[in-house]
């Protein structure tokens, strides 16, 4: 009884000050009404991380500070040409669209079939710099596997997407063709574009978080 009664009060010791640091560790954390973490709130996904690896890097997991660094200076400079003002004597784009405003200089003219663009960066926020974790800036959001990169989609996995693309993807041949069709067409009203394109659905406003 002796026994059962001295390891019955150590457990009950334990347990206080275990409570007792639990408590000094989460001071001060927002709690929600049934005492959870409170993780309510508006989160930033930007980030100038890359989702899939670039090839350079390899199955190089982190980065070093000055390439973190450098990597957020390309995009200053890149915004800076992008908030630059334009000149208005410009000629037309090539035909299939205008280069982005990201195209390298000396690549622009590869650049453009398909493109409609931007005349600036306004509403785009990639981030200023890239993230870290336990101080350490990763080369890439994908971790696994090892080259950080996403493994070739399967044969099975391209049909079913093409299958949910089929409902709003049009093919451009360079004429009104749905005017000859009966019904609405494809612009005729905003039921008939795609929920992201409406700001209905995205695909960064939770787990997992993409930039």
């Not at 007792?20 to 996904?45: E, F, H, M, Q």
């Not at 200023?128 to 890439?140: C, H, N, Q």
């Not at 005729?188 to 997992?208: K, Q, V």
Request: hydrophobic content about 40%.
């Amino acid at each position: 009884m002796r026994r059962n009664s001295l390891i019955l009060t150590l457990l009950v010791a334990w347990f206080a000050v275990a409570a007792a640091l639990d408590a000094a560790d989460n001071k001060g954390v927002p709690r929600t009404a049934s005492g959870r973490p409170d993780l309510s709130g508006n989160y930033d996904s930007g980030t100038l991380t890359p989702l899939n690896r670039p090839a350079a890097f390899g199955d190089k997991l982190y980065m070093t500070v000055e390439e973190a660094d450098k990597l957020a200076k390309e995009e200053q400079e890149l915004l800076a040409r992008a908030a630059a003002t334009s000149d208005p004597n410009r000629d037309a784009p090539k035909l299939g669209g205008a280069a982005p405003f990201n195209a390298p200089d000396q690549q622009r003219s590869e650049f453009g079939a398909g493109n409609v663009g931007g005349y600036n960066a306004f509403w785009i926020d990639r981030g200023s710099d890239a993230f870290t974790v336990d101080g350490k800036f990763r080369t890439s959001i994908i971790y696994e596997p090892k080259n950080g990169r996403q493994p070739a989609m399967t044969p099975k996995g391209m049909q079913r997407m093409m299958a949910g693309f089929a409902s709003f993807v049009y093919e451009n041949d360079g004429t009104a063709s749905w005017l000859d069709k009966p019904g609405p067409g494809p612009f005729d009203g905003p039921e008939s574009l795609a929920l992201a394109e409406r700001c209905i659905l995205g695909f960064s406003a939770g787990p997992p978080m993409l930039p």
